[in-house]
């Protein structure tokens, strides 16, 4: 008497139990090595392998139908609006009289706190000449009041 792996919920059991005494699935007659050597075949390639672990016959294989082909993917009608909508508002900059891309309110107020840093965000492409005189001058009055300034 020996122990053996159930081969359905993995435990020790008795080789000559007839059923697992966990789960219940019944034990195959291991057949004789004579009878084991004429009766071997070829395993199919859709069947499932789990290494070493003896085979069970009489418990059938089982089937794995092969997979379908994946359905087309169909985009809701409202996400390819809504990509058109955001591509229309992407081209579509607002753009001041005179031509030139108008000063966003967070630069507007941190070129007034920390003009040192920010106002060379007026240098980008877009700005006018009267944006950027405003920048830097303003710039220039601070440096200016910092080194009139008494000590």
């Not at 409202?78 to 966003?104: F, H």
């Not at 507007?108 to 950027?132: D, E, N, T």
């Amino acid at each position: 008497m020996a122990l053996i792996e159930c081969y359905e919920c993995k435990r020790n059991i008795s080789s000559e139990a007839s059923a697992c005494i966990h789960c219940g699935a019944p034990l195959a007659e291991q057949p004789t090595h004579a009878q084991a050597q004429t009766a071997a075949a070829p395993v199919q390639p859709s069947t499932i392998s789990f290494g070493s672990l003896p085979r069970n016959q009489a418990v059938p294989e089982a089937f794995v139908p092969p997979a379908p082909e994946p359905l087309p993917k169909v985009m809701p009608a409202a996400a390819g609006r809504r990509r058109r909508q955001q591509a229309e508002q992407t081209v579509a900059r607002p753009i001041n009289e005179d031509g030139s891309r108008p000063v966003e309110s967070w630069l507007k107020i941190m070129v007034f706190l920390l003009p040192m840093v920010f106002v060379w965000f007026l240098l980008r492409s877009g700005h006018s000449a009267k944006q950027r005189l405003f920048g830097f001058g303003w710039l220039a009055l601070l440096i200016l009041a910092s080194w009139l300034s008494p000590k």
